[in-house]
């Protein structure tokens, strides 16, 4: 199959729309998810995985052609079994609203590239949050640390799975298929997702288990610095 490389007054024209569509996205995602499921009620336990993630996803690093990639996914599985799956619904997707941003956006002036990836960002979270709720219990400390690994290995990798889908899916659309063909090592990237699933399972658990003796605040503190310091790995 040949490439072929969208005209640029027809690019132009679709970054309009789906912009647009992923914009309202980005917002609409989050607004229902908080309506229905409110916030944590552990808002400081969130805002410390809220700043972990935002860093981490403001300096993404390009894994391959026109692709970014961060370890942020360990970061919302990680607070997804902390807070507890069903009560982090909310809070994973405000979350996302954070993490969209990078410094291109502001050097370059862009604006379809950021609203493309709120839109992406949230359905990506959503996913996540979503595979967590039906895969633990309401009460992770009921469960074993082989089923909460798994499920966050599988989290991090439906999440992966729809986010490159959507990604390879707009940029095809809009530049053509001469930029989205040519991707590399896609494999190579949903194992490192599992891994960082995985790991984001392994450090939620661990502050679950040990807050039950030595108090949120402490397992707070040493379960942030884990997942930053684990994820520059």
Known sequence: MAYYETPYPIQLKRKRIYAAVFGAIGIATPGIALYFYGMPDELLLWAAFAVAFFVLEFYAVEVNDLMVTSPGIAVLVAAGVALGPEDAVGGLLAMS???????RDFAD???FQPLANL???TLNAAT???TLVLLLPDDVTTAS????VAAGAVAAAAA???STALTRLVVRQVFGSK????????????IGFVGLGAMGGFLGYAYVQYSVDHGPFNAMLLLVIAT??????
Do not use: C, E, K, T
């Not at 640390?145 to 909460?148: A, P, T």
């Not at 930053?228 to 790995?233: G, K, N, Q």
């Open 97 to 103: 609203l954070i993490g969209f941003l990078q410094p």
């Open 109 to 111: 002036r862009r604006l």
């Open 119 to 121: 839109g992406i960002g």
């Open 128 to 130: 996540a949050a979503l």
């Open 145 to 148: 640390l082989v089923h909460v």
């Open 160 to 162: 992966d799975f729809v």
């Open 179 to 190: 930029l989205a063909g040519p991707w590399s090592n896609l494999g190579q990237i949903l």
């Open 228 to 233: 930053l310091l684990i994820s520059h790995l």
